[in-house]
């Protein structure tokens, strides 16, 4: 049964920065695209950051400059560096990974969640 376990959450001052870890079993990571969403307290699911198959990486803009998604093939894990974070970025971090054609073959983690304060 396919895993998708994320890491690395926590509580940081503005302006720090984490760095969150997904980590997956039972799948061919090879085969899959994989994302980071947030969602923050009273607000809808969003994509922070995704990246395909073949390393092409696409950010929502309100991260973009901050935040870095790369895969670690060999480790079966996506990573999400995320620097100079803002209050805004508080919320539980979700990591999914969807297969490249079947779409439907998508799972998600648990979260984690990311605080951020003054």
């Known amino acids: 049964q396919a895993q998708v376990v994320e890491s690395g959450g926590g509580s940081v001052q503005i302006g720090g920065s984490l760095r969150l870890s997904c980590t997956t079993s039972?799948?061919?990571?090879?085969?899959?695209?994989m994302a980071w969403y947030r969602q923050a307290p009273g607000k809808q699911r969003e994509m922070v950051a995704i990246i395909s198959t073949d390393n092409s990486m696409s950010y929502v803009d309100s991260v973009k400059g901050r935040f870095t998604i790369w895969r670690d093939s060999g480790k079966d894990t996506v990573h999400l560096q995320m620097n100079t974070l803002k209050v805004e970025d508080t919320g539980v971090y979700y990591c999914?990974?969807?297969?490249?054609?079947?779409?439907?073959?998508?799972?998600w983690g648990q979260g984690t969640q990311v605080t951020v304060s003054s």
């Open positions: 039972e799948i061919i990571f090879s085969n899959y695209e």
């Open positions: 999914n990974a969807v297969h490249r054609f079947y779409r439907s073959n998508s799972y």
